[in-house]
C-alpha cells in the first residue's frame, strides 16, 4: 500500500475548525487507500506567544528549557487533530518527536536530524492507524526535547518521509504552489506544475517562502518528492481526487521534468545590506582575515565582489549580508580593523537581491547579458552580480524591485498563459 506524509503549517491548522478541516483532507487520502503519516506546526502565533513568554520569565534563559516550552505547541495541534480524526472514524493517535524517536544533535533551538527511526511508525501505519506527528521537534543526546529552529516542522515531515519511505510527502500550506514569481507583485505569475529540488533549493534560499530550506535540502539528499498544495481549498473538491494532475507543485529529481524551461522562476529578498572595505592590502590571507571574524560571530556573508587596484596593491572588498546582521557585521568589522588593515568602510541598507533561476540555463548562453540589457533599459543599476549553472543573482536598490522582478519576468516569457 502507498504510503504518504502530510504535512499542515501553522495557518492551516489555526483553530479547531482549520483542524477539522485539515481532518477532513487527511480522511480523504485514507479513503482513497494510503498509509498516512501526519506532521502538524503549532496553532497560528502560538510559538511566538511561546518564545515571547520564556523571554519575559528571564532574557539570558536556559536553551533546553526554552525548548521544552516552544515544543509544546505542536503537542496540542497533534492531539488535537488526533482526536478530530478520532472523532470522524478514524484510527489515530498523536506522536511526540522523542516518542518516534527522532533524534538530533545538541544544538537546543536549532537543532539538526541526526537519525530517525520509523520502524514503530511504519508498524502502525501498516496496522491501518493514522501517526500525528508533533513537528519541529526531536530528542537531543542530552534525552531532552530539542527543537529545529524556526520552519522546522517541513524538515520534520520530509525526514519522516524519508524514514518511513514514503511515496511522496505533501506540504500544504495557505497558497496552492509554488509560483513563477510572488504573484502579489507580478499578477501574471503562474503555478509551476514541477520543479526540480536544485530549482526549489535556490528558490527558497533566494527569497521564496514557500518551503523551508533545510526541508528541500533533506529532500534532494533523500530523493523525497515533495508536493506543495492548498490547505484551504474544500477537502471534496473533485480535483483534489485527481491522481495524474492534482492542484499544486511537485518537487522532485530532474529526471522527472519532461520540458525544462531555461528559465523557471524570479526570486527576490529584500533583507540584503552591503558593506564596502577601502584600500585594503591586496596580499595572502586577508580574505581570511575579513571573513574568519564575521564566521565566528555567525553572520552569514553572500554575495562578494572584489575590485583590485590598477597597481596591484591595494584591493576594495564589497559583500552583502542580512540587513538584521548588518550592525554587528560594521561592529565586527571596526574591531578587527588592524588585522584587516583597511582605509574606510562603507554601508548601504536599502537593497534587493533579485535572482533568475533556472535548470535550463546550463544549456543555454546569453541569459544573463538578456538581463543586465533588459535593466539597464530600465535604468537600474547594478551593484553586485553572482552567479551558479542554475541562477545569476543581482543587487540593486530597493525602491526598484518591484521594476526589476517584473520586467525579468516578461523577458524570460513567464508572463505567457
Known amino acids: 500500500m502507498a504510503r504518504l506524509v502530510m504535512k499542515f503549517g501553522g495557518t492551516s491548522v489555526a483553530d479547531i475548525d482549520r483542524i477539522r478541516i485539515v481532518a477532513r483532507h487527511v480522511k480523504r487520502e485514507v ?21 515571547n513568554w520564556t523571554r519575559a520569565a528571564a532574557p539570558m534563559h536556559d536553551a533546553r528549557e526554552y525548548d521544552a516550552v516552544v515544543a509544546s505547541g505542536e503537542q496540542v495541534t497533534s492531539g488535537l487533530l488526533a482526536i478530530a480524526l478520532q472523532e470522524m472514524g478514524i484510527n489515530a493517535r498523536s506522536w511526540q518527536g522523542w516518542q518516534i524517536p527522532i533524534r538530533t544533535d545538541g544544538a537546543h533551538g536549532a537543532a539538526r536530524i541526526v537519525d530517525i527511526d520509523g520502524s514503530r511508525l511504519i508498524e502502525r501505519l501498516e496496522q491501518g492507524q493514522v501517526a500525528v506527528v508533533a513537528g519541529f521537534q526531536g530528542i537531543g543526546p542530552d534525552n531532552r526535547i530539542a527543537t529545529l529552529g524556526r520552519g522546522g516542522s517541513d524538515t520534520s515531515a520530509v525526514a519522516i518521509a524519508a524514514a518511513i519511505k514514503a511515496d511522496r510527502c505533501d506540504i500544504y500550506t495557505d497558497v496552492d504552489g509554488v509560483y513563477t514569481t510572488d504573484p502579489r507583485m507580478v499578477p501574471k505569475a503562474k503555478r509551476l506544475d514541477r520543479v526540480s529540488h536544485e530549482e526549489m533549493l535556490e528558490m527558497a534560499s533566494l527569497g521564496a517562502k514557500v518551503l523551508q530550506v533545510r526541508s528541500v535540502e533533506l529532500a534532494m539528499v533523500h530523493g523525497v518528492r515533495t508536493f506543495v498544495r492548498s490547505s484551504f481549498v474544500d477537502p471534496e473538491d473533485p480535483r ?5 494532475n492534482p492542484p499544486g507543485t511537485l518537487i522532485c529529481d530532474e529526471d522527472e521534468i519532461v520540458e525544462k524551461q531555461v528559465v523557471t522562476g524570479i526570486a527576490y529578498a529584500k533583507d540584503e545590506a552591503q558593506i564596502s572595505l577601502r584600500e585594503v592590502a591586496d596580499k595572502p590571507g ?61 554601508g548601504s541598507r536599502d537593497l534587493t537581491k533579485v535572482s ?5 540555463m546550463r544549456s543555454h548562453a546569453g541569459v544573463a547579458a538578456s538581463a543586465f540589457k533588459a535593466l539597464a533599459g530600465k535604468g537600474i543599476n547594478i551593484r553586485a552580480i553572482t552567479t551558479s549553472e542554475i541562477k545569476i543573482s543581482i543587487l540593486i536598490d530597493a525602491p526598484y524591485t518591484e521594476l526589476a522582478v517584473r520586467t525579468l519576468h516578461s523577458l524570460y516569457g513567464l508572463d505567457a498563459a
Not at 549580508?321 to 554587528?328: H, L, S
Open 240 to 244: 483534489l481526487a485527481d491522481p495524474n
Open 31 to 51: 479513503d482513497a487507500g494510503f498509509q498516512v503519516a501526519v506532521v502538524v506546526s503549532a496553532m497560528s502565533g502560538k510559538t511566538n506567544e511561546l518564545v
Open 286 to 346: 586577508v580574505a581570511a582575515a575579513v571573513f574568519v571574524p564575521l564566521a565566528e560571530a555567525n553572520i552569514n556573508v553572500d554575495m562578494i565582489v572584489q575590485n583590485v587596484s590598477e597597481d596591484g596593491t591595494t584591493t576594495d572588498m564589497t559583500f552583502t549580508v542580512p540587513t538584521t546582521d548588518f550592525d554587528r557585521a560594521w561592529k565586527v568589522l571596526e574591531q578587527a580593523r588592524d588585522s584587516i588593515g583597511y582605509t574606510s568602510v562603507q
Open 356 to 360: 533568475v533561476i533556472g535548470i535550463g
